[in-house]
């Protein structure tokens, strides 16, 4: 597998104002925009042919990943070779590709957009506002498990029940010890009463290309969108070449970087992590949290 596609083209409307002008997949995790840490990952898993599914006020986004001659020269002349590396850096990670998707009309015609890129191998689905830690990479059991049953694979996270409901869930068929775990049924953002598991799908997939078929025949879902999870429920129930789910279990640090709380949460572990931020932040957290009476 070489290829990912990478669905930015969303509103990012939990994220306004900060989002009426900027992508959300721009917000700064301390000083690297979200959108960067989901490339890395990419090209961790070996996934250097990235496609990048953009949309209008999207131009931020192409721009990150390009050369910028003027301030490359700048920062050259002052001799700052940290700022100059690091400006550098993001124009050179993998061969980044751009479509838009003209209307937002949801994930499904999002990922259908990159079908004539992809063609017909497997390909990876990396959500542009899914923040995945760098020591917790998911992408190359699901490959294993994508190559081992010829069909198509999710990652999947144990949430709290009240929580599911902002999610696509999953129906687990029983399987056998320490074989792939089968799904026999999705369903997207179900109420906790109606859900059938606790396991939410979060933002990575690993796909095999019968989804573009799938995905065109798909009519729109839930909040009048053409829904991937809708896809994979067909793929789920179906026989032939490329059928069957299968999930992968992830129990990493993953951050939801489009919703408010979980965007802050992702900033202050990286920044805690970090040598230069972390000692200075943990001692000012230290006096915010203590209560002084
Ligand atoms: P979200 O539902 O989280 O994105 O989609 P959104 O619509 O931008 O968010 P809110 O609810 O308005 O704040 C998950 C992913 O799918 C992409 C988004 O960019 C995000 O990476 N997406 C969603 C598209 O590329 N196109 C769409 O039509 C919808």
Known sequence: MRKAVIPAAGLGTRFLPATKAMPKEMLPVVDKPAIQYVVEEAVRAGLTDVVMITGRNKRALEDHFDREPFLEQTLAAKGDHAKLAAVQES?????????????????GHAVLRARAHVGD?????????????EHDGVLEEMARIQDL????????MEVEPEQISSYGCADIAASEVGGPLRIRGLVEKPEPSRAPSNLAVIGRYVLHPRVFDVLEQTPPGRG????????????AVSEGEGSGVYGVIFRGRRYDTGDKLSYLKAVMTVALERD??????REWLKGVLTPTN
């Open 276 to 281: 230069d931020t972390g000692p200075g932040l």
């Open 149 to 156: 049953t010829g069909g198509s694979v999710v990652a999947l």
């Open 121 to 133: 191998e497997p390909f990876a689905v990396l959500l542009g506002d899914d923040l995945i830690d």
């Open 224 to 235: 009048g969108e053409i829904q991937l999870t809708d896809a994979l429920q067909t793929l």
């Open 91 to 107: 124009s050179s990670l993998a061969d980044l590709h751009y479509l838009r998707q003209g209307d937002p009309k949801g994930l």
